[in-house]
């Protein structure tokens, strides 16, 4: 168990050997949690709502593709907006 010391600024040093077992490098986000009268610092990333989303939809089989070239690529996006066109009408 290693002891920190709060700070002027109520900042804390996390020892080295810490952020080397928890894989913490510089600019990494913790998330601070309180329960009663224990603070726990979590490793979280955070990524963008909408890359979130889309990773959400990837999961759940909402992807096109791989297509074999860009004309492939192309037909496809024509197909999906005559479809989105006709929901539309």
Excluded: C, W
């Excluded at 990524?47 to 004309?71: C, H, M, V, W, Y």
């Amino acid at each position: 168990m290693a002891l920190v010391k709060i700070k002027e600024k109520y900042q804390v040093t996390l020892p080295a050997a810490l952020r080397q077992k928890a894989g913490l490098e510089v600019g990494d986000l913790l998330e601070a949690k309180v329960e009663g009268k224990k603070i726990t610092l979590t490793p979280k990333s955070v990524l963008d709502r909408e890359l979130a989303q889309a990773l959400k939809e990837i999961e759940q089989g909402k992807t096109f593709g791989p297509f074999n070239s860009a004309k492939d690529l192309i037909r496809s996006l024509n197909r999906e907006a005559k479809k989105l066109k006709k929901q539309v009408s």
